[in-house]
């Protein structure tokens, strides 16, 4: 199916999603499957060029606002566009992420440190804090956490970047707890190492070497890196009906490595 139809079987038929860091990357890939099963999705990202991938989704009713999950009052704006445009947030998934680039942790400057908490911890706090209360008034609602398998089997060079992770995944744990009896479940995913944007500039590079694919892969049991597909896939299931009795559950989409 190309990605500009949309699933007659929509699981996701007039719900209301916001995405962060939907302007690529694992972001992109899960906006638009969430508009392809039917979503009228709000994608927000720090990269304006969100605008023209929102604009591109199949269906109506999208929108983009340029974010700094870092930042309360652009975090709040976000949340306030989509209760404007749809009057209910059915769907928060906080994607936004950053990884320094990577280098043993003492080495790393105190502003790369701050700057990947900032957007990887503090951004999902932010998230969170502002579509909660809207959630908890409409008696129903999701948040997807995008963390890293990195959370439970970290590797060398991203220390502080899988700290945050791990931060994450407490979160969603705690927030599974505290929104249950409200109708709210929280979940995330840990993926495993993919080829997008955000990998590479980990690694410094523009692209991947053979050598270094040919090393991550080598530690993942299924023999290939993840796709931002495979993460789209993850997140709407959890996102869905399907998954109804899910809540706390930090999901590995990481081909078996952590095993």
Known sequence: MAESEIRPDGRFQGRAVIVTGAASGFGRAIATRFASEGAKVVGAD?????????GSLPGQGHGFVQTDVSKSDDVQAMVAHCIEQHGVIDVLVNNAGYSHMSMLMWKLSEEDFDGVFAVNVKGVFLGCKYAIPHMIEARRG?????????????????TAYNATKGAVVTMTKGLALELARNN??????????????????AMGVDQLSEDQKSN???TIPRGRLSTPEDVASAVCFLASDEADMITGTCLNVDGGRSI
């Not at 720090?46 to 929102?54: R, T």
């Open 216 to 218: 991550l892969v080598s």
């Open 46 to 54: 720090l990269n304006p060029s969100g605008k023209d991938v929102i």
């Open 184 to 201: 709210i479940r929280c979940n995330a995913v840990n993926p495993v190492a993919a080829e997008t944007g955000f990998m590479k500039g």
């Open 142 to 158: 999701v948040i997807i956490n995008t963390a890293s398998i990195g959370a439970i089997a970290p590797r060398p060079g991203v």
